[in-house]
């Protein structure tokens, strides 16, 4: 079992940077892929980036490619997103999730359902 929380969001002026992390518990995340996902208002929930379990693979949806940046510790259980350039777009609630995967996987999925354990989230806010 692993749990999962976010931390990091809050309010930033667009071309802001924040980091987000998600801290789990349990010994069993450094075997985990790591994904974000986001839900802004009145939308769908959308992939963001995600990472394998070694670090060595990451994935990035199109619309943060080049902004955004994944990356982990498995020492600390601590995967985090750098957020730069920020725009108003990228409102919305983030949510990491994790899914057992194995060691020579460099597949990061990009659909919420291949990942079984979520966190409750947390706001990130960009105004214009």
């Known amino acids: 079992q692993v749990q999962l929380e976010e931390s990091g969001g809050g309010l930033v002026q667009a071309g802001g940077s924040l980091r987000l992390s998600c801290t789990a518990s349990?010994?069993?995340?450094?075997?985990?892929?790591v994904g974000w996902f986001r839900r802004a208002p009145g939308a769908e929930r959308e992939f963001v980036a995600g990472?394998?379990?070694?670090?060595?693979?990451?994935y990035y949806a199109d619309s943060v490619k080049g902004r955004f940046t994944i990356s982990r510790d498995n020492a600390k259980n601590t995967v985090y997103l750098q957020m730069n350039s920020l725009k108003p777009e990228d409102t919305a609630v983030y949510y990491c999730?994790?899914?057992?995967?194995?060691?020579?996987?460099?597949?990061?999925?990009?659909?919420?359902?291949?990942?079984?354990?979520w966190g409750q989230g947390t706001q990130v806010t960009v105004s214009s």
């Open positions: 349990g010994r069993t995340f450094s075997r985990c892929t």
């Open positions: 990472i394998n379990r070694s670090g060595g693979s990451t």
């Open positions: 999730a994790a899914a057992p995967s194995d060691y020579l996987t460099a597949y990061v999925p990009s659909s919420s359902d291949q990942y079984n354990y």
